[in-house]
């Protein structure tokens, strides 16, 4: 098993790009999930999904948009990106008996 | 909503000494769970704890659920360099809605 994938690891924006950071896990899991780390903060919950098809807002939403087409992949966008969106994502996944969380990689976002 | 209070921020300790760190809150939760950040890295599950009381180890890393459900900690024997790293405890509720602390920070003096 590959767990849970993040591409890419790096990416550097300017301000007003779109773009998309991409999600796959391979353990069947239900719930997926989108955090940004920064400096001092811990993790923050962006998006979650408890089913394909299925959404929600975290803690700090606002200026991006997720989707759930498959099981499998849950990519997170960013439509006009702004500085303040300069940070770390991570993606998550849980499932099974005791639903432990498994995080991606990350990806190092620059919005310059 | 509910918080997870997580101590210390950070810690400078020497080489060889044990680690101890905590995270309390108000609120019950059902399962614990310890990670690790190395620096660059996704966060790995180190530890996860199920029942209150719970008392488990893993190598040199011991945690414990605590028996009011709102407490958890990790030891750490006899650090080593690569133990250097951010840990994170994170509670799961009866919801089975995960929340993370903010992390403690060890650093190991040389």
């Known amino acids: 098993n590959a767990g849970v994938t993040q591409t890419p690891k790096f990416q550097v924006l300017k301000t007003g790009q779109s773009m998309t950071l991409q999600c796959a896990q391979d353990m069947n899991h239900e719930y997926m999930s989108w955090y940004r780390q920064d400096p001092g903060m811990g993790l923050r919950l962006i998006h979650y999904s408890v089913g394909a098809g299925i959404t929600d807002q975290g803690e700090v939403p606002n200026g991006y948009n997720v989707s759930r087409s498959t099981t499998e992949d849950f990519p997170l966008r960013l439509l006009s990106a702004a500085p303040s969106q300069t940070s770390v994502y991570f993606c998550a996944s849980s499932g099974g008996v005791y639903n432990e969380q498994f995080f991606g990689p990350g990806t190092r976002l620059t919005v310059l | 909503g509910q918080q997870l209070n997580q101590s210390p921020q950070s810690m400078f300790i020497q080489e060889g000494e044990d680690v101890s760190m905590n995270c309390t809150s108000s609120?019950?939760?059902?399962?614990w769970l310890w990670y690790k950040q190395d620096p660059g890295e996704g966060p790995v599950l180190l530890i996860a704890?199920?029942?209150?009381?719970e008392l488990t180890s893993n190598g040199r890393l011991t945690a414990q659920f605590g028996i009011t459900r709102k407490d958890s900690f990790l030891n750490i024997s006899a650090s080593i360099p690569s133990d250097v790293g951010i840990y994170f405890c994170a509670g799961l509720n009866r919801d089975d809605k995960i929340i993370f602390g903010k992390g403690t920070r060890l650093h190991i003096l040389p």
């Open positions: 704890l199920y029942k209150a009381g």
């Open positions: 609120s019950i939760f059902n399962t």
